[in-house]
T-cell receptor
Framework: SAVISQKPSRDICQRGTSLTIQCQVD?????MFWYRQQPGQSLTLIAT?????????ESGFVIDKFPISRPNLTFSTLTVSNMSPEDSSIYLC???????????FGPGTRLLVL | QKEVEQNSGPLSVPEGAIASLNCTYS??????FFWYRQYSGKSPELIMF????GDKEDGRFTAQLNKASQYVSLLIRDSQPSDSATYLC????????????FGKGTHLIIQP
């Protein structure tokens, strides 16, 4: 499977600020996905990022709040904008492992908004 | 609306016994089914995936899929204390370009 890293691993931020989370994969992948896991909850898909095109957002998530970049086949960023305490979550990127149509997850970014 | 339902547990199973985890899904168009294991404070780890009706075995794990009943299960044989974790069921409606819809997970406790 792919080796996926995320930066930062955790952060504490003030409300009203923005944080950009990076996801790096050790091999080229077509699709990258961003999920959120709120405290005590399961994972919710935020958006799908395909290289060379705009991200596709799920219902309830908008580009102004969660802008995503996908500049190449091994890297993506998710920005959490104008943060509020409700944005406190674990943010995870995942990749679709080519040829197997399975998804593997990065280690996650733990975000606490005060 | 895509929904995936799991019993949140906790499900307590004696060491060495078979743990049975169940999941139902609402979208009949779902094509791929996944089981992830998540330890506290860690990210989900893929355990099994299944696409076709029937059973799929991998070591101590068996995934079972019944599309007519919209039901997926995971059996863990010879349960070990290290199997104690939250098990997440996930489904995908389309192909590899689609994200996953997750259930809320079942908390499994293996009692030594």
């Amino acid at each position: 499977s792919a080796v996926i890293s995320q930066k930062p691993s955790r952060d504490i931020c003030q409300r009203g600020t923005s944080l950009t989370i990076q996801c790096q994969v050790d091999s080229q992948v077509t699709m990258m996905f961003w999920y959120r896991q709120q405290p005590g909850q399961s994972l919710t898909l935020i958006a799908t990022a395909n290289q060379g095109s705009e991200a596709t957002y799920e219902s309830g998530f908008v580009i102004d709040k969660f802008p995503i970049s996908r500049p190449n086949l091994t890297f993506s960023t998710l920005t959490v904008s104008n943060m509020s305490p409700e944005d406190s979550s674990i943010y995870l990127c995942s990749v679709d492992w080519q040829g197997r149509e399975t998804q593997y997850f990065g280690p996650g970014t733990r975000l606490l908004v005060l | 609306q895509k929904e995936v339902e799991q019993n949140s547990g906790p499900l307590s199973v004696p060491e060495g016994a078979i743990a049975s985890l169940n999941c139902t899904y609402s979208d009949r168009g779902s094509q791929s089914f996944f089981w992830y294991r998540q330890y506290s404070g860690k990210s989900p780890e893929l355990i099994m995936f299944i696409y076709s009706n029937g059973d799929k075995e991998d070591g101590r794990f068996t995934a079972q899929l019944n599309k007519a009943s919209q039901y997926v299960s995971l059996l863990i044989r010879d349960s070990q204390p290290s199997d104690s974790a939250t098990y997440l069921c996930a489904v995908r409606v389309g192909g590899g370009a689609d994200g996953l819809t997750f259930g809320k997970g079942t908390h499994l406790i293996i009692q030594p």
